[in-house]
């Protein structure tokens, strides 16, 4: 059995998607939903039931290739990095927060001069 990075409560750092646009993603762990077949991941990997924290919504593909946002959806653990409270870790975790706020700032930026 692996050993999950996150667990209900945590905050926790979007990372490498398969759709760039969720990267950075600030997101709260809210639920589980167990262990699941996911995209792009042979075998079976533990799933959280994760929610923004900021008005960036989650973007999913459907099998169509089509694609949905959420405010509120699934996330893999391997997918995330915890922001630990602990207090001798919270100049990592304001670093890491500052940073993926830049990204997301600069990845509207980018969405918007496409428009």
């Known amino acids: ?5 996150c667990r209900i409560g945590d905050l926790a750092l979007v ?4 759709l760039p646009e969720n990267t950075g993603n600030i997101v709260k762990i809210v639920g589980v939903e167990g ?15 994760v929610e923004v924290t900021k008005e960036r919504p989650l973007i999913y593909e459907n099998a169509d290739g089509s ?4 405010m509120e959806g699934p996330v893999p653990d391997q997918l995330l990095i915890p922001i630990s409270s602990d207090p ?3 100049e990592l975790a304001k670093y890491i927060l500052a940073e993926a706020i830049k990204e997301c700032e ?10």
Do not use: D
């Open 1 to 5: 059995m692996e050993t999950l990075r």
């Open 15 to 18: 990372v490498g998607c398969h």
């Open 35 to 49: 262990y699941q077949k996911w995209y792009g991941v042979s075998g079976h990997i533990f799933v959280w039931t």
């Open 67 to 70: 694609l949905e946002t959420l």
């Open 88 to 90: 001798e870790s919270n």
């Open 106 to 115: 600069r990845l509207e930026e980018l969405e918007r001069s496409k428009e």
